[in-house]
């Protein structure tokens, strides 16, 4: 029997069995999979290892040439992959990209446009559209793709599933895979679950390059964010996508065709409102002193309705608690109009407050925000006649999923953020409850909506800890006297009465 190999030849096989594992264990990552990876490099170094200490030479020096090919081949195999997708991704972006359809392309613009016009959206696009609308997109982008085309594979009430093809302008190469999507803060968020890049199968740790890649064709976010669209729900499936949303901005209700619910009734007199006024605060959105009462929310926080800060709420509640505790609060009132709880999350007022608690000492926050999660829907023609009417269901039950979600993420930041801090959410009132229930329908199934909407809030706020402002039961029936709903144009936001119940509402919480 041949002896074992020499020291020289159990180097050279310990050597290039390493060599051989790692080069092919990389092709495989990007062909295979991951796991098949570790397992081919594996498997490659440590049965080379194990010839080097026990076969005879002659097998070797068998296996010696075969590593020595192995090693070659996958490198050589693996750097012509590379070559061709860097000659796709670095090639001439500017060049012609595939038209669409210019019907279907218009049949689709045509649906966004007429829901860019209205305070809420709910806009359905086939397969065929959306295929248009990305083309369309790739025109305007910087992008190695002369194609993008998706394929819904699922049915409506199974989880989303995607497939795309992106066909590159150079390189002859092709990106195929599978994505899914949701929404999360008012974003479309798509996940990308598997995808081919010519050869090459993506691993984890490369499919964020790729998401970045394929969400910059279309920039859907941005083209919201540019509509001022805060999408709730995405509903994908049997060759259909139906994104639900509102549109922010100051005014995300028509006031007027509410009211015309109401017209049968003549003057419109509410139940009377006996509070005891407040006085008010600081007429600004900031002050001085330490520690600090910090105030997030929508218009309401921004005091619309009345003259200035002085009279709304939280300069209000900021002068109560300077004469209660008898400590000069500084206050920062960061509250934004037409804030609904998708833009919080985005759109810098979370992030701002989050960062004001790293250079503050903060004693109590207030947080108002929900009214134009929902009241466009609530709002709109499509929920006037009957709530409970499957078009107007479908806005409000996207309306209040979407607002579940961001509510418990906004008071989870919070309560870690100011984990020392008093925090107090105040919850919406119904500008619609103009003290009419029993002779208008509509009034009283908007009492029951936004109590749907509160006790989301109030279940977000008890699992973290945070006071519950009832902002709701003592405007019920009153919004005639309390709000601006009675003026010309009419107007959801209170008035100083409003303002001050909300005061009372967020003092009676603290105690």
Known sequence: MDATVSGSLRAALIVFGVLAGVSAGGLALFTIGERYAVITAAVIAISATIIAFTAPILLGRIILAVLIL?????????????????????????G???????DVLAAAELKLDQSSDETTFQVMLNESELNAVLLDALAETDTPFQRITID??????????????????????????????????GEVEAQLLNA??????????????????????????????EEGADVQRVVIGDDTITVTGVSTGESPVDANAMLAAFADLGDLIGRPVE???????????????????????????????????????????????????????????LGVTGETTGTM??????????????????????IGIGANDLLGHLGSEYCMADTEAPECASRIDASLDAYADNIDQILAELTEEYAGATIVFLQTYNPFSLGFENEVAFEAQSNEVLNELNAIAAAAAER?????????????????????????PPDI??????????TEAVMSALG
Do not use: C, W
């Not at 407040?278 to 997030?296: H, Q």
């Not at 936001?493 to 909300?502: Q, R, S």
């Open 345 to 366: 999350l985005r759109g810098g007022q979370l992030d701002d407050a989050v960062a004001l608690g790293q250079g503050e000492d903060v004693a109590y926050v207030t």
């Open 196 to 225: 081919d890049v010519g050869m090459f199968t993506m691993p984890g740790f490369a499919r964020n390059a790729v998401e970045d890649m394929i969400g910059r064709v279309a920039d859907l976010n941005r083209a919201l964010a």
């Open 70 to 94: 192995a090693f070659a081949g996958t490198m050589l195999t693996g750097a012509y992959g590379a070559i061709q997708i860097l000659a796709a991704l670095a090639g001439n972006q500017d």
């Open 96 to 102: 012609p990209v595939d038209q669409p359809n210019p």
């Open 464 to 488: 973290y800890g945070v006071l519950i402002a009832d902002g709701f039961s003592p405007m019920r029936g009153t919004t005639t006297a309390t709000t601006r709903m009675t003026d010309t």
């Open 152 to 185: 819904i594979l699922n049915s409506i009430g199974e989880a989303p599933l995607i497939a795309f093809t992106g066909d590159f302008k150079n390189g002859r190469l092709t990106v195929d895979g599978e994505l899914t999507a949701r929404v999360s803060g």
């Open 275 to 333: 509070i005891t006024p407040y006085e008010g605060g600081i007429d600004s959105d900031r002050t001085d002193g330490t520690p600090v009462y910090l105030a997030l929310g929508d218009s309401l926080a921004a005091a619309v309705g009345v003259e200035g800060y002085a009279e709304g709420y939280v300069s209000q509640v900021h002068r109560e608690l300077s004469m209660r505790d008898g400590i000069l609060y500084g206050m920062r009132n």
């Open 493 to 502: 936001h209170p008035n100083e009465l409003g303002y001050d119940i909300l």
